[in-house]
C-alpha cells in the first residue's frame, strides 16, 4: 500500500466531519427561537471553522463569514492579478472598445460575477458557506470579493493615470469601461485569494 492512500482519505473524513457539524450548525441556527440563541450557534459555527486553522489541509476545508484576513486575502489576489492590466496597454484598448458597445460592458460585469459565484461556491475549492446574508439574500463573501476587486481596480488605474475621473460623462463612462476589464482578472483573483488558504 502507497503512502499517498491514507492520509487523503483521513483528510476526506475530517472534511466530512466538518461539513457535517455546519450542516447540524446550519439546521440548529433556523430552529432555535432568540436571537440570543442564534447568536450562540454562529459562535459555535465561528470555533469550529476557526479550529480548522490548525490543520495543514488547504483544500476542502468549510470557509464561514466573511472578516479581516478574509477581506486582506481578497485584496491581496486582486492585486496579484490586477497588476498586470494596469501595466498592459491591451486593458485601455478593450476598456475603449466595450465603451462603444454597451450589452459588452453589462456581459463583462456579468461573466466576472459570475465567474466568481462559480468559484466560491461552485468549484469546490472549499466548502464555503453564507453567513448572515446581507437582506437575507446575498452573501457577504460575494460583496466583500467582488466590491475589494472593484476598488482596487478603481484605486490602481487611477493612480497609475490609465483613467481619468473628470466633469465630461463620456470620459467618465470610457474610465469606468476601462476598470470594468480589469474588474475581470481582479475578482478572480480576489476569490481565489480569498478561499485557496482556506480560511
Keep these: 500500500m502507497s503512502k499517498?492512500?491514507?492520509?487523503?482519505?483521513?483528510?476526506?473524513?475530517?472534511?466530512?466531519?466538518?461539513?457535517?457539524?455546519?450542516?447540524?450548525?446550519?439546521e440548529l441556527e433556523q430552529l432555535v427561537d432568540s436571537e440570543d440563541e442564534r447568536r450562540q450557534v454562529r459562535d459555535a459555527m465561528r470555533a469550529a471553522a476557526d479550529s480548522q486553522d490548525h490543520e495543514p489541509a488547504t483544500f476542502g476545508r468549510v470557509v464561514w463569514g466573511f472578516g479581516r484576513s478574509d477581506l486582506a486575502e481578497?485584496?491581496?489576489?486582486?492585486?496579484?492579478?490586477g497588476i498586470p492590466m494596469a501595466v498592459e496597454g491591451g486593458t485601455v484598448d478593450a476598456g475603449l472598445h466595450i465603451a462603444q458597445h454597451p450589452l459588452y460592458l453589462v456581459a463583462t460585469i456579468a461573466?466576472?460575477?459570475g465567474l466568481v459565484v462559480s468559484i466560491l461556491y461552485v468549484a469546490d475549492f472549499q466548502d464555503v458557506r453564507v453567513a448572515n446574508p446581507i437582506f437575507g439574500l446575498i452573501p457577504r463573501r460575494l460583496?466583500?470579493?467582488?466590491?475589494?476587486?472593484?476598488?482596487?481596480?478603481?484605486?490602481?488605474?487611477?493612480?497609475?493615470?490609465?483613467?481619468?475621473?473628470?466633469?465630461d460623462p463620456a470620459v467618465v463612462y470610457e474610465s469606468a469601461c476601462i476598470c470594468a476589464v480589469?474588474?475581470?482578472?481582479?475578482?478572480?483573483?480576489?476569490?481565489?485569494g480569498d478561499i485557496l488558504p482556506g480560511n
Design 111 to 113: 461573466i466576472a460575477i
Design 4 to 26: 499517498h492512500e491514507n492520509p487523503p482519505a483521513e483528510l476526506d473524513t475530517e472534511d466530512d466531519e466538518f461539513a457535517n457539524l455546519f450542516d447540524e450548525l446550519q
Design 143 to 167: 460583496v466583500g470579493v467582488t466590491g475589494t476587486a472593484l476598488v482596487v481596480s478603481v484605486a490602481l488605474l487611477t493612480g497609475w493615470g490609465l483613467v481619468e475621473w473628470s466633469a
Design 182 to 192: 480589469a474588474f475581470v482578472p481582479m475578482a478572480i483573483g480576489a476569490a481565489l
Design 74 to 81: 481578497a485584496l491581496l489576489g486582486s492585486l496579484l492579478f
